[in-house]
């Protein structure tokens, strides 16, 4: 059975920095693709960044050169540092896992995701 558990959501301030996790169990990161997607209310669910099972990383417009995913392999974990927080990111985060992303294109597609968190949210203190 996979499972896709988020943490590290909060409280920030703009500015700020968090630290997103993804555990993943039933699958293995040498084999899926780990997108972060996020939902601000009543708007669509917006791919922010994806690690391949090769390694290769992709992000969103927005949020380059503020995020950085990453991973582990030996914790199975995957991780989405964010840095230089702004009241638009604060929102709930979510990961997804799929096997058929191994490139750029479409990895930002919440429909080519198979397997997904309950989400962690990020809020804003100020």
């Known amino acids: 059975q996979v499972q896709l558990v988020e943490s590290g959501g909060g409280l920030v301030q703009p500015g700020g920095s968090l630290r997103l996790s993804c555990a993943a169990s039933?699958?293995?990161?040498?084999?899926?693709?780990i997108g972060w997607f996020r939902q601000a209310p009543g708007k669509e669910r917006e791919g922010v960044a994806c690690?391949?099972?090769?390694?290769?990383?992709y992000y969103a417009d927005s949020v380059k050169g503020r995020f950085t995913i990453s991973r582990d392999n030996a914790k199975n974990t995957v991780y989405l540092q964010m840095n230089s927080l702004k009241p638009e990111d604060t929102t709930i985060y979510y990961c997804?896992?799929?096997?058929?992303?191994?490139?750029?294109?479409?990895?930002?597609?919440?429909?080519?995701?198979?397997?997904w968190g309950q989400g962690t949210q990020v809020t804003d203190s100020s």
């Open positions: 997804a896992g799929s096997q058929r992303i191994s490139g750029r294109w479409g990895w930002y597609l919440p429909s080519g995701y198979d397997y």
């Open positions: 039933g699958l293995s990161l040498d084999y899926y693709a």
């Open positions: 690690i391949t099972s090769e390694g290769r990383t």
